[in-house]
């Protein structure tokens, strides 16, 4: 949806603030409270959905300039959904997670982003990754393994490995993991290998929808020519955009994260942990698996009104409150490892705080995104944990960058836990 | 007088740098759309209120103190708010500065033997309520909802809420306030006066300064910023923290079996009226409102199943009112209250629930059936006792205001109740609003000390994007208003009350029609005492029309 689409939603914004706060049937103590990392950092209302809609309003109707104040209120947006999240507490006809999308495409088009975007576009134009890394190194990650080259050969499966775990030296033992876990679930699968591309959903957060659109088209194409129905990955970034993003584009896929598989693995007895690992974790919900990895429901409808002016959808339009995503499993997995004792942060599952990568902001503003990082680290040296646990490389880089190599909580990929176990 | 560079850095030396802004996209997220809802205003379409000249955001009494001595300096009008809730925290002039207190949001001080917690303009009732119940105790959380700042509703308005029963209205809990003056000087008010940490009274120095520095409705930040204030506390029973189950939105919770929500029906208001004036004579509740029925008469069956399933949306609406019983559910909570009961320990419990039944068994009362589910009866529990959905006011289009509102003995509401729905159910067919079965009255069963007062708002929702929808509210607000007047129900009318600050075009309202309004008022001598302490503390004018008053000539 374009901006202009929005022109009634940001008429009936009502600026309540409900989405600075976690739900607050939820508050459990002031400290843990706020679920905005943006207006949280620069405390101005325009850094909060309620401020994006006024600004958003100004943006349509030409009231103010395009300044780099307007490109910072819309681009600092981690597109974490927070906000989402608790605005839908008592509001059932604002998106403001998409309008606030909406608004950086609106501006991207109008080429008002931040300048290391720029960087990212190229390198993905060129090489087909966010980093700018050789396309022909993608698939060294799974050298000596075995696996099937989909984009020569043929399967149901295929493993999408993400840009994170293709390039990072450091989380290709978490990978092979993933990948060693599903040759022992029995499954015929394969990777593309050189021939993966980016999933497009970080540009996408960014507001450069027509670069998204064009890598989501292109790995549509490739995973239908290789026969593939299924896409299983250990990336959460890439689990939203091929479940929520893609099948609007014709992606109509069976989607997994590598932690549904493995719960599962566990649930059927195939998948034993022979060792113990006596540690103390705090799990970390990556926004992009818990409350955006709900599932993707079509729908093709209009706004309609009932007794006169309450405002309702035909056909009933899905509701994604993101109560519904991937929460039970990452936690029966760490419930599983003998040793492991999980102790919760305040914020959880649909109201999780980000952990900063989301949006551009790693790449665009981060010092903003390391202070991010470091409230959530802060959050969960309060549990007592030893260490971090999360289900996704992003937030994995995120939270070790901003330690710097000062911190004491150990950041852990839930792969590399099950790893230990095994 | 307008802000230039010269002020602009002199502001910026102040606040630094990151806490400065004169951008006109960041001042526009400091106007309020009057087109959805504006607290006893409009709705006005497609205006929102005037961009003011800069916003700032002060870290400290010392960095408001400055900013308000700049400001007499260069005799620069502002307007400081805490959470934003409603358009009388917003400037009415394009040259004020704005004040967003949000950076001054800590808990100074929960005195837990003395039942006082001191706190900055930016705690809201969801996180003091949360702190304050680790320790046994529990804030009054007044009916704007959790959202909003506590200090705000203890200094600068009513403070009404669900939770009169057990903790009165808000402004009875302020107690000691640390005041920066229009003019920039600080005063300490209450036990304060004698010591600098003694929060535990609100009077003095002299004759209630409590009342003087709120006036009638509170300040309504026109009055200098008030930058710490105390409040009571109240006994909590309960656990240290609220256990929440169940999915968004649909969340509850579980207490201990000294706690129970109840959803009371009665055959008639009388009924109605007889229960909640025995109640108050028993001492029994621990928070008593009109809740559900904001939703309307004919729809709210249908909306509390939808609000607590979350599978369920608006658009299940239509579905579920033709499901069958629901008109028989609906007519058992057609004249309603929820009630909950706490007790300080089970036995007080016990005979609280006993004496329910049996003012029940002599009013003709019952307890809802349809409402009796353990789901419910949890739901009603953790919306009530944390007020955190109170945004559900906009459900239906965005829109909303109260209006028939009645602060008066619980008598005079129910004996208007149906009159009032009658004739808002004739403007509902006419199309603009929302058609809800003309009564959706809500309010507390309990006012000032806990009892004595009811305060009642019929609400109206309609569609703010609309402008059809729009001015058909404002038009049914108007003939609403003229009708109370007609009837010499309520004084000036709930629903046009700060139409008197602020005028349909967002600035402030003229002072000719301001005085005129004030003068017909049915105590104007409240707004001529208003008036000799706002020029007492404010003699360069640099607040606003919220703070109402009428000069003595009028």
Redesign the interface.
């Known amino acids: 949806m374009d901006l202009k689409d929005f022109?009634?939603?940001?008429?009936?914004?009502?600026?309540?603030?409900?989405c600075k706060?976690i739900?607050?049937?939820?508050?459990?103590?002031?400290r843990y409270?706020k679920n905005c990392p943006s207006i949280d950092y620069f405390?101005?209302?325009?850094y909060s959905a309620?401020?994006r809609y006024?600004?958003s309003?100004?943006v349509l109707r030409d009231?103010?300039?395009l300044?780099e104040?307007?490109m910072d209120?819309a681009h600092t947006c981690l597109t974490c959904g927070a906000c989402d999240?608790a605005c839908?507490?008592?509001?059932?006809?604002?998106e403001p997670l998409e309008m606030t999308k909406a608004l950086k495409a609106e501006l991207v088009q109008k080429g008002v982003f931040p300048e290391p975007q720029k960087a990212l576009l190229e390198n993905l134009k060129k090489e087909l990754n966010i980093f700018g890394e050789d396309r022909k190194t993608r698939g060294a990650w799974a050298e000596g393994l075995g696996l099937k080259d989909l984009s020569t050969e043929k399967a149901d499966v295929v493993f999408h490995a993400g840009c994170s775990y293709s390039y990072q030296n450091e989380l290709s033992g978490t990978v092979r993991t993933a990948v060693q876990i599903l040759k022992q679930s029995g499954v015929d699968f394969g990777i593309m290998g050189n021939a993966e591309m980016c999933c497009g959903a970080r540009i996408n957060s960014m507001g450069h929808t027509e670069a998204y659109e064009k890598l989501a088209k292109a790995n549509i194409k490739a995973w239908k020519k290789a026969g593939v129905t299924t896409i299983v990955t250990a990336c959460s970034d890439g689990y939203h955009a091929f479940k929520r993003l893609y099948p609007e584009l014709g992606g109509d896929f069976i989607v997994y994260h590598i932690v549904e598989y493995i719960d599962q693995l566990i649930a059927d007895g195939k998948l034993k942990f022979t060792k113990e690992v006596p540690l103390t974790v705090t799990y970390h919900d990556p926004c992009h698996l818990g409350r955006q990895g709900e599932e993707y429901e079509k729908w093709d409808g209009k706004e309609v009104?009932?007794?006169?002016?309450?405002?309702?959808?035909?056909?009933?339009?899905p509701?994604y409150?993101?109560?519904?995503g991937i929460y039970d499993e990452p936690r029966r997995i760490l419930a599983s490892i003998p040793g492991v004792k999980l102790q919760e942060m305040e914020r959880i599952r649909?109201?999780s705080y980000c952990c900063g990568a989301g949006g551009g902001a790693r790449e665009s503003y981060p010092e903003y995104s390391g202070w991010v990082a470091n409230e959530r680290l802060h959050e969960a040296a309060d549990t007592g944990a030893e260490a971090l646990v999360t289900a996704c490389p992003w937030c994995k880089s995120n939270f070790s960058d901003a330690q710097k190599g000062q911190g004491s909580m150990e950041i852990v990929d839930i792969l590399d836990l099950v790893q230990r176990a095994l | 007088m307008s802000l230039t560079d010269t002020h602009y850095q002199e502001l910026e030396a102040i606040v630094g740098k990151r806490n400065i802004s004169r951008d006109p996209a960041v001042l526009d997220g400091y106007r309020y759309n009057l087109s959805h809802t504006a607290i006893h205003l409009g709705p006005h379409f497609d205006v929102l209120t005037p961009r003011g000249a800069a916003v700032l955001l002060p870290g400290n009494t010392e960095e408001v103190q400055a900013i308000v001595k700049f400001c007499n300096r260069h005799k620069i009008k502002f307007k400081p708010s805490s959470t934003f809730w409603s358009a009388q925290g917003y400037p009415n002039d394009n040259e004020t500065i704005v004040l967003d207190m949000r950076r001054m949001d800590r808990i100074l001080e929960i005195d837990e033997k003395n039942m006082v917690a001191v706190v900055e303009p930016g705690v809201i009732g969801a996180t003091l309520q949360a702190e304050t119940m680790k320790r046994g105790l529990n804030c009054h959380i007044q009916g704007s909802g959790c959202s909003c700042s506590i200090l705000a509703g203890a200094t600068a308005w009513l403070g009404s809420g669900p939770g009169n029963l057990y903790g009165g209205w808000q402004y009875e809990n302020l107690l000691g306030t640390e005041w920066v003056l229009p003019t920039g000087e600080i005063l300490r008010t209450g036990s304060l006066v004698n010591d600098a940490s003694a929060w535990y009274c609100g009077e003095g120095p002299g004759p209630s300064m409590r009342g003087v520095l709120r006036g009638m409705f509170g300040t309504k930040g026109s009055l200098g910023v008030f930058t710490k204030c105390a409040v009571k506390l109240h006994a909590w029973p309960g656990p240290q923290k609220l256990p929440v189950y169940g999915k968004a939105p649909a969340y509850t919770t579980k207490l201990p079996a000294n706690f129970r929500a109840y959803t009371l029906g009665f055959p008639d208001w009388k009924s109605w009226a007889d229960t909640a004036h025995m109640l108050w004579d028993n001492g029994i509740g621990y928070t008593g409102h009109r809740q559900f029925n904001f939703l309307g008469r004919d729809l709210k069956w249908a909306m509390i199943q939808i609000l607590t399933d979350p599978s369920k949306t608006i658009s299940d609406l239509e579905e579920l009112m033709k499901e069958p019983g629901y008109a028989e559910a609906n007519q058992s909570m057609k004249i309603d209250f929820q009630l909950i009961v706490t007790g300080m320990t089970q036995r007080d419990f016990d005979w609280q629930e006993e004496t329910l039944n049996e003012i029940l068994s002599i009013t003709g009362g019952y307890i809802v059936e349809c409402m009796e589910t353990e789901h419910l009866r949890n739901y009603t529990l953790l919306y009530l006792l944390r007020l955190g959905h109170k945004a559900l006011n906009l459900v239906y289009g965005g829109g909303y205001d109260g209006n028939f509102g009645m602060i008066n003995s619980i008598d005079f509401g129910a004996q208007r109740a149906e009159e009032a729905g009658a004739f808002k159910r004739e403007w509902e067919e006419k199309g603009q609003i929302v058609q809800a079965g003309g009564d959706c009255m809500m309010g507390p069963i309990g006012g000032q000390g806990g009892g004595g007062t009811g305060l009642w708002e019929n609400f109206t929702c309609f569609d703010s994007s609309d402008k059809e929808s729009t001015d058909g509210a404002l038009a049914f607000f108007d003939a609403s208003f003229a009708y109370t007047k007609e009837k010499g129900w309520s004084g000036c009318g709930f629903e046009k009350l700060n139409s008197l600050a602020r005028g349909y075009d967002g600035y402030e309202t003229p002072k000719e029609i301001r005085d005129a309004g004030h003068a017909h008022a049915p105590q104007p001598a409240i707004f001529r005492y208003q008036n000799k302490v706002y020029q007492a503390v404010n003699p360069l004018d640099l607040g606003d029309t919220y703070y109402e008053r009428l000069d003595d000539q009028q």
Request: with cysteine; charged share 25%; hydrophobic share 30%.
């Open positions: 022109s009634k939603e940001i008429e009936r914004c009502s600026a309540c603030s409900y706060w739900p607050f049937d939820q508050v459990q103590s002031i409270a405390n101005f209302n325009n309620r401020g006024l600004t309003r100004s009231q103010v300039e300044t104040e307007v209120i999240v839908k507490i008592s509001r059932y006809n604002l009104k009932f007794l006169n002016q309450i405002v309702m959808h035909e056909p009933k339009k509701r409150n993101g109560s519904n649909e109201y």
